[in-house]
C-alpha cells in the first residue's frame, strides 16, 4: 500500500472502529497486542481488525504463530498491502509511553520514505488519533463535519508512523510521502539486525508534540503494517507485546 492511501483511508476507516481500550486510568499498562494461541488460523487476534485497501488486490497475511514458548503475530507480504488495526479510546496522559517488539526477516531494497513509490517497509507500527476541533483548520472541520454525516462518527486526527527503514538513519523524522497529516519516524535501519528481536519504546506525547505541535488529542487506534506493493518486494516481519505504559 502506499502510506498516501494508508494516510488518507486509515484515517477515515479508524474512526468507524473505535472501541475503549479495556484498562481503568489508574492501570500501570494498557496491553493492546499480547498475542495467545488462535482459536482459528487465520482469525485475526482477538480485538483486531483487518484493513485493506479497495485498489490493492494482494493483501498482506497476517497470522498468530509460535515463537519459543509464546504466540507472536507473522506478516508476510509479497507485492501486497494491508494492516491490523486495533480501536482504542485511551488518554496519553495516563499512558503515554508506547512499547512493542519486532523482528524482521529483510529489508526492502527499493523502498524509500521520501517518495511515493518507495513508501513501503518491512515493519511498521503507528498511532492514529481522534479528531480534536480545537486543533483544526476550517477546512478540516469542514472535512470532519462531511465524514459524521456520512459515517456517523469522527474522523482521525493524525497519525505517526514507526517505522523499519533500510536507507534514512534512526531518529529522522519527516511527512509522509502522500500526505502530511502522517508523520514517518524511522525507529530501525538497515540489515544489521535482521533476524533479530527487538524491543522498543518511544514517548508518544513528546513525539506528536515534536512533529504536529500541542498536545496530542486521544488515541483513536494502533496498527501494525508490513506493506510491499509499490516496490513489488517480498518482506517477512513479526510483531509483539505491544503496550502503552503510564509514565516513568
Same mark, same amino acid.
Given at each position: 500500500?502506499?502510506?498516501?492511501?494508508?494516510?488518507?483511508?486509515?484515517?477515515?476507516?479508524?474512526?468507524?472502529?473505535?472501541?475503549?481500550?479495556?484498562?481503568?486510568?489508574?492501570?500501570?499498562?494498557?496491553?493492546?497486542?499480547?498475542?495467545?494461541?488462535?482459536?482459528?488460523?487465520?482469525?485475526?487476534?482477538?480485538?483486531?481488525?483487518?484493513?485493506?485497501?479497495?485498489?490493492?488486490?494482494?493483501?498482506?497475511?497476517?497470522?498468530?504463530?509460535?515463537?519459543?514458548?509464546?504466540?507472536?503475530?507473522?506478516?508476510?507480504?509479497?507485492?501486497?498491502?494491508?494492516?491490523?488495526?486495533?480501536?482504542?479510546?485511551?488518554?496519553?496522559?495516563?499512558?503515554?509511553?508506547?512499547?512493542? @517488539? /519486532?523482528?524482521?526477516?529483510?529489508?526492502? $531494497?527499493?523502498? %524509500?520514505? &521520501? !517518495?511515493?513509490? =518507495?513508501? *513501503?517497509? +518491512?515493519?511498521?507500527?503507528?498511532?492514529?488519533?481522534?479528531?480534536?476541533?480545537?486543533?483544526?483548520?476550517?477546512?478540516?472541520?469542514?472535512?470532519?463535519?462531511?465524514?459524521?454525516?456520512?459515517?456517523?462518527?469522527?474522523?482521525?486526527?493524525?497519525?505517526?508512523?514507526?517505522?523499519?527503514?533500510?536507507?534514512?538513519?534512526?531518529?529522522?523524522?519527516?511527512?509522509?510521502?502522500?500526505?502530511?497529516?502522517?508523520?514517518?519516524?524511522?525507529?530501525?535501519?538497515?540489515?544489521?539486525?535482521?533476524? @533479530? /528481536?527487538?524491543?522498543?519504546?518511544?514517548? $508518544?506525547?513528546? %513525539?506528536? &508534540? !515534536?512533529?504536529? =505541535?500541542? *498536545?496530542? +488529542?486521544?488515541?483513536?487506534?494502533?496498527?501494525?503494517?508490513?506493506?510491499?506493493?509499490?516496490?513489488?518486494?517480498?518482506?517477512?516481519?513479526?510483531?509483539?507485546?505491544?503496550?502503552?505504559?503510564?509514565?516513568?
Amino acid at each position: 500500500m502506499s502510506l498516501g492511501d494508508l494516510g488518507k483511508r486509515v484515517i477515515v476507516l479508524a474512526a468507524v472502529l473505535i472501541v475503549h481500550a479495556g484498562a481503568g486510568a489508574g492501570s500501570h499498562r494498557v496491553e493492546v497486542g499480547r498475542f495467545t494461541a488462535p482459536a482459528e488460523p487465520d482469525a485475526p487476534p482477538a480485538g483486531w481488525e483487518p484493513l485493506t485497501f479497495r485498489k490493492i488486490p494482494r493483501q498482506t497475511r497476517y497470522t498468530v504463530v509460535r515463537d519459543g514458548e509464546g504466540w507472536v503475530l507473522k506478516a508476510e507480504s509479497e507485492a501486497a498491502a494491508s494492516a491490523l488495526y486495533r480501536p482504542l479510546d485511551l488518554d496519553l496522559r495516563a499512558h503515554p509511553r508506547l512499547t512493542w @517488539r /519486532w523482528k524482521i526477516g529483510n529489508i526492502l $531494497v527499493k523502498g %524509500d520514505a &521520501r !517518495r511515493k513509490e =518507495g513508501d *513501503d517497509y +518491512p515493519a511498521r507500527v503507528y498511532v492514529t488519533f481522534r479528531h480534536d476541533p480545537a486543533q483544526a483548520t476550517t477546512w478540516q472541520r469542514a472535512k470532519y463535519g462531511a465524514h459524521r454525516l456520512l459515517y456517523g462518527a469522527d474522523l482521525p486526527h493524525a497519525a505517526l508512523n514507526y517505522i523499519w527503514d533500510n536507507r534514512l538513519p534512526p531518529g529522522t523524522m519527516l511527512d509522509n510521502a502522500y500526505t502530511d497529516r502522517a508523520k514517518m519516524i524511522v525507529v530501525r535501519s538497515g540489515a544489521a539486525e535482521v533476524g @533479530r /528481536w527487538i524491543t522498543e519504546t518511544r514517548n $508518544v506525547i513528546d %513525539d506528536y &508534540r !515534536r512533529l504536529f =505541535g500541542g *498536545d496530542p +488529542p486521544r488515541v483513536a487506534g494502533v496498527a501494525v503494517m508490513t506493506d510491499t506493493d509499490d516496490t513489488g518486494e517480498r518482506a517477512v516481519a513479526w510483531y509483539d507485546a505491544l503496550t502503552f505504559l503510564a509514565p516513568e
